[in-house]
C-alpha cells in the first residue's frame, strides 16, 4: 500500500522480516526488488487530486535474491531509517513528493533517454506542474494572485503571506546550513525531522491562505489539463488549478515519510533525551509480541 513511484519503479525497497526471534527492530532485512518479475502487480490508486503518484503493490511468489540484501542481513532497521533521513531531509529542503519531481528516475518513465535541458522552466518535454511545483513556489503565486484579485490590501493576508515568506526562509537557511555542514562532514541531530515537520507547516499554511485568496473558487477543482484550461479562463484566475490541487495535495507529506508526531517523538526521543514511550518491543522477540492472527 502507499507505494510511491512503484509505477515507476525498476526497483523497489522491500523491508522483509527475517527472524522473528529477535525483537521487531532487529529481525528486518532490507532488499532490493526487482518490480519486472512474475508476481509484482502495480495497481496505481487515484488520489483527490485526480493524480495517481502512489500504488498497491501486490507481491506474490516473487524472488528477493540474497545477493540482494543491502545493508546486512537483519541490519534493514538501521538501513530504513537513513533512507528515511535522507527522505525526511528532501522533503523538507524543498523535494516535495517523492513522484512529483520534473524528471522521473528509472528505465520505464523513458525521461533517461531526454536531454536535461528538456525538464527546466519552458523545455519542450516538460510535464503540467504538478503538486511538487507548488510547494517551493507558494509565496510567490499566492502573492501574485492576492494582488491580481484585490485581496492583498485585506490585513490578514498580508500578514500570512509575510508568515509564508519568513517561514520559508528559514527553511532555506536550515538547509544551506545543513549543507554546509555536511561538507565539513557536521551534523546537526534531527535538522532533517525539522526541516520535515516545517515542510508540513509551511504547506498547510499555503493551503488555508490560498483558499481564502479564491475564496469560493476555492471550491472548484481541475482534474485534466483541459479542465485546467477551461477553469482558469472562467475565473480568469491562472493559479486557481495549482492552489486547489495544492490545498487537496497538502494532508499527504505530513503522513508520509513518517507523521509529524513521529517526527516529534524522533526529536524529544533521539535529540532532546526525553524518556521514551513506555513500550516491551525493544526486549521481546517479535514471534511474541500481541498482534491479530
Ligand atoms: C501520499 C502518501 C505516500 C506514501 N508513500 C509511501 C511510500 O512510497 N513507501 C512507503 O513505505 N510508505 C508510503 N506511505 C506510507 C506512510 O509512510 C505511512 O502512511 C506513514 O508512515 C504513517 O503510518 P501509518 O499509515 O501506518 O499510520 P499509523 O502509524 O497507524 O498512525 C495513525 C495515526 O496515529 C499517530 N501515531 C502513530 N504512532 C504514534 C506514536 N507513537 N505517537 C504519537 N502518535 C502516533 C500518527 O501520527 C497518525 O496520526 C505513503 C503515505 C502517503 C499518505
New binding site residues.
Given amino acids: 500500500m502507499?507505494?510511491?513511484a512503484g509505477q515507476v519503479a525498476d526497483l523497489g525497497m522491500l523491508l522483509a522480516r527475517t527472524d522473528p526471534d529477535v525483537p521487531k527492530h532487529q529481525g528486518i532485512s532490507y532488499f532490493a526488488l526487482d518490480m519486472h518479475q512474475p508476481g509484482i502487480e502495480v495497481r496505481p490508486l487515484k488520489e483527490m487530486t485526480g493524480r495517481a503518484l502512489?500504488n498497491e503493490v501486490f507481491i506474490t511468489d516473487a524472488r528477493a535474491t540474497a545477493d540482494a540484501v543491502i545493508g546486512g542481513l537483519n541490519n534493514g532497521w538501521a538501513v530504513a531509517n537513513t533512507t528515511l533521513a535522507y527522505e525526511r531531509s528532501g522533503l523538507g529542503a524543498g523535494g516535495g513528493s517523492?513522484a512529483g519531481g520534473a524528471a522521473t528516475p528509472g528505465t520505464v518513465a523513458g525521461d533517461l533517454e531526454r536531454r536535461a535541458g528538456d525538464f527546466v522552466r519552458g523545455g519542450s518535454q516538460r510535464r503540467p506542474a504538478g503538486p511538487g511545483a507548488m510547494l517551493g513556489a507558494s509565496e510567490k503565486v499566492l502573492t501574485e494572485l492576492a494582488r491580481a484579485n484585490g485581496m492583498i490590501a485585506d490585513p490578514t493576508v498580508r500578514q500570512d503571506l509575510v508568515r509564508l515568506h519568513v517561514l520559508n526562509q528559514i527553511a532555506r537557511f536550515m538547509n544551506l546550513r545543513q549543507k554546509a555542514l555536511r561538507s565539513t562532514g557536521g551534523d546537526i541531530p534531527g535538522l532533517g525531522n525539522m526541516a520535515k515537520l516545517s515542510m508540513s507547516e509551511i504547506l498547510r499554511l499555503s493551503r488555508d491562505l490560498g483558499l481564502r485568496i479564491l475564496g469560493p473558487y476555492g471550491t472548484l477543482h481541475a482534474y485534466s489539463p483541459d479542465e485546467r484550461k477551461r477553469l482558469e479562463e472562467a475565473t480568469r484566475m491562472p493559479m486557481a488549478a495549482m492552489v486547489t490541487e495544492l490545498a487537496l495535495f497538502t494532508q499527504?507529506p505530513s503522513?508520509?515519510?513518517?507523521?509529524?508526531?513521529?517526527q516529534h517523538?524522533i526529536l524529544g526521543e533521539r535529540v532532546l533525551g526525553l524518556p521514551k514511550?513506555p513500550s516491551n518491543d525493544r526486549s521481546t522477540p517479535f514471534k511474541d509480541l500481541a498482534r491479530n492472527r
Avoid: C, H, L, P
Wanted: net charge negative.
Fill in positions: 502507499w507505494t510511491s502512489f517523492a499527504g503522513i508520509y515519510g513518517g507523521t509529524d508526531e513521529i517523538n514511550e
